[in-house]
């Protein structure tokens, strides 16, 4: 079964950069697609964007000018950066397995406050 | 993007009843391809979203058959039969059909 597992800091201050680690086991991530997405304190879920197979991205537009996700194939893992962060960027970050169009294993999830 | 409206946004039901989650989409979600990528997932607290159905009616490895998804173009259904303690949680909608992909705001199922 696959597995993902996020780590990364829990605070990060204004206008700096998060950065997250997707760590996955039991799959390899150069099949299929490997996304990131998050839930903003109410519920609100977004997707923020995926590395495929072959290592290509799509973001959010939302994002799309803060964003990267980038891969280690040799570790099977793949990163999430996201720039110039602001208060309104704390939120639950998770990585996920996506296949068809849908996301099918989830990581626990980790929990991103940005405040100074 | 496609904005996906879920009601309702809260609900309470007694064990063994059932329950209906409402979710439409502001676009159809039928892809190029003649798929409709319409999701359902659960996320009990303290837990990540678990993956319940997928493509409107088809359940993921391992759920039970008490989830059932319906629907088609815009409108869609999740209903809950028999409802058990571990259903509770909150349930969103989530359509793959268009960039960005985009969820629906969440229903919460409470246990009376």
């Known amino acids: 079964e696959v597995q993902l597992q996020e780590s990364g800091p829990g605070l990060v201050k204004p206008s700096q950069s998060l950065s997250l680690t997707c760590s996955v086991t039991g799959y390899s991530i150069t099949s299929n697609y490997w996304g990131w997405i998050r839930k903003f304190p109410g519920n609100k879920m977004e997707w923020m964007g995926y590395i495929s197979y072959s290592g290509s991205t799509s973001y959010n537009p939302s994002l799309k000018s803060r964003i990267s996700i980038t891969r280690d194939t040799s570790k099977n893992q793949f990163f999430l950066q996201l720039n110039s962060v602001t208060t309104e960027d704390t939120a639950t970050y998770y990585c996920?397995?996506?296949?068809?169009?849908?996301?099918?294993?989830w990581g626990q999830g980790v929990m991103v406050t940005v405040s100074s | 993007d496609v904005v996906m409206t879920q009601t309702p946004v809260s609900l309470s039901v007694s064990l063994g009843g059932q329950v209906s989650i409402s979710c439409r989409s502001s676009q159809s979600l039928v892809h190029n391809n003649g798929n409709t990528y319409l999701s359902w997932y659960l996320q009990k607290p303290g837990q990540s979203p678990q993956l319940l159905i997928y493509k409107v009616s088809n359940r993921f490895s391992g759920i039970s058959d008490r989830f059932s998804g319906s629907g088609s173009g815009t409108d869609f259904t999740l209903k809950i039969s028999r409802v058990e303690p571990d259903d509770l949680g909150v349930y969103y909608c989530?359509?793959?059909?268009?960039?960005?992909?985009?969820f629906g705001s969440g229903t919460k199922l409470e246990i009376k």
């Open positions: 989530g359509q793959g059909t268009q960039y960005p992909l985009t």
């Open positions: 996920a397995y996506s296949y068809a169009h849908r996301f099918d294993y």
